[in-house]
């Protein structure tokens, strides 16, 4: 299991620049060359019958993308926008081409060097329990930075077909 582990490590995270946010006093990581831009919260047209992380989708300069609130689709508890609040446009790559998403985060914290030998493996949490969408863990100043592969925490097919139905 722990060869699986490596490999993971291996394929996904890499020493780079993440952009750091926080969700629900966590921080997380995600690769700058996937953020197109970080904006702060505005309106969204909700969609009718998308899930409850589906939050909409937003005008963005002539352009409708998809949002979703990354706090629900992690299941934590809903909480109300501050002004701490952001929306990171992430491009995706799917079998629809290039989609531009929207994410909602708690606050967005700073723009990070993380090399190899500051991250770790993601632990093997055992049973059916998956966890392909973190690439590893990283240890930056004391803490642990989860690294999302965030094309894998959005699947770009059902995003596309919820910007298309609005």
Same mark, same amino acid.
């Given at each position: 299991? $722990? &060869?699986k582990? %490596?490999?993971?490590?291996e ?5 780079? *620049?993440?952009?750091?946010? &926080?969700l629900d ?7 700058i060359? *996937?953020?197109? &831009?970080?904006?702060g919260?505005?309106? #969204?047209?909700?969609?009718?019958? +998308?899930?409850?992380?589906? =939050?909409? @989708? ?8 998809? @949002? @979703? ?13 501050t ?9 995706? +790559?799917? $079998?629809? %081409? =290039? ?5 909602? @985060? ?11 030998s500051?991250v &770790? ?6 049973g ?5 969408? #973190? ?6 100043? %004391? ?7 965030? +094309? ?5 097919s ?9």
């Amino acid at each position: 299991m $722990a &060869e699986k582990a %490596g490999r993971a490590v291996e394929s996904g995270a890499k020493s780079g *620049k993440f952009l750091t946010f &926080e969700l629900d006093d966590e921080v997380y990581g995600l690769d700058i060359l *996937k953020v197109k &831009e970080i904006i702060g919260i505005m309106d #969204i047209t909700s969609v009718p019958q +998308s899930p409850p992380y589906m =939050k909409g @989708v937003l005008n963005l300069r002539g352009k409708i993308i998809p @949002v @979703v609130d990354l706090r629900l689709k992690f299941g934590f508890a809903e909480r109300e926008y501050t002004e701490r609040t952001c929306i990171i446009v992430v491009e995706l +790559s799917g $079998a629809e %081409g =290039k989609l531009l998403v929207g994410i909602i @985060v708690d606050a967005v914290s700073e723009v990070t060097n993380i090399s190899d030998s500051d991250v &770790e493996p993601t632990p093997d949490f055992g049973g059916s329990f998956t966890v392909d969408y #973190i690439q590893g863990m990283a240890k930056i100043k %004391g803490k642990v930075v989860i690294l999302l592969d965030i +094309s894998r925490v959005l699947s770009a097919s059902g995003l596309g077909q919820m910007v298309g139905a609005a």
